[in-house]
């Protein structure tokens, strides 16, 4: 068993990576700087330094945290076993509850590509992982229902997410929601149809 001297280490870094996430989220990452985060995480900036090699690491920490949680999100469906288009279904359920939740900000990942826009950047490239990441799981479920035309029409539901997500913090969200999921049932709809007049596919 650790001792709690042993666990303080933990402790301050779960805080420093929770200020973090907080502050990011809804100010910025640019915006808001070490000591701002230090401050109010109530550690010193050796504690910091401890646990992270600079603002830059902390910033992938946090977006790997808000993957990790849509991950989690997303095989929670996928393992409820539903038909594929109810899947879709309860994955665009998913979005429009967060769209709908108290601080909504848009998407985290949207946000940090737009604050790094250097292809090279490790965070830039963290964004496009989790996003291909996105892509595949929606195509996945798509080609469950016919495989040609999985990718292309996964392109769109995820052209259609990340519309919901950005106009969702600047209009009504419930309207945004609704358009979000008419959209997703229309995108559906056209597709299984598409199926059905291909059963060979």
């Not at 280490?9 to 929770?18: C, D, F, K, M």
């Not at 016919?146 to 292309?152: M, V």
Request: net charge negative.
């Amino acid at each position: 068993m650790r001792s709690p001297t042993e666990a303080r280490p933990s402790e301050a870094r779960n805080r420093l990576l929770s200020t973090a996430t907080r502050l990011f989220y809804t100010e910025g990452i640019h915006s808001v700087g070490i000591d701002r985060i230090v401050m109010e995480a109530q550690v010193t900036r050796a504690t910091l330094y401890r646990h992270f090699t600079g603002k830059e690491e902390l910033v992938l920490a946090y977006l790997n945290e808000a993957d990790r949680a849509l991950r989690g999100q997303a095989e929670e469906v996928i393992a409820a076993g539903l038909p594929p288009a109810d899947t879709i279904r309860a994955i665009s359920a998913s979005i429009a509850q967060g769209i709908q939740s108290p601080g909504f900000r848009g998407c985290a990942f949207l946000n940090a590509a737009a604050e790094y826009p250097d292809p090279e950047s490790p965070v830039h490239q963290a964004v496009l992982a989790h996003r291909q990441w996105f892509l595949d799981t929606v195509t996945e479920q798509l080609a469950r229902i016919q495989k040609p035309g999985a990718e292309a029409a996964a392109r769109h539901f995820v052209m259609m997410r990340d519309g919901a997500m950005a106009a969702g913090c600047l209009f009504d969200p419930d309207l945004i929601c609704e358009t979000l999921l008419h959209g997703s049932e229309r995108l559906l709809e056209v597709y299984t149809a598409t199926g059905e007049q291909n059963p060979a596919s």
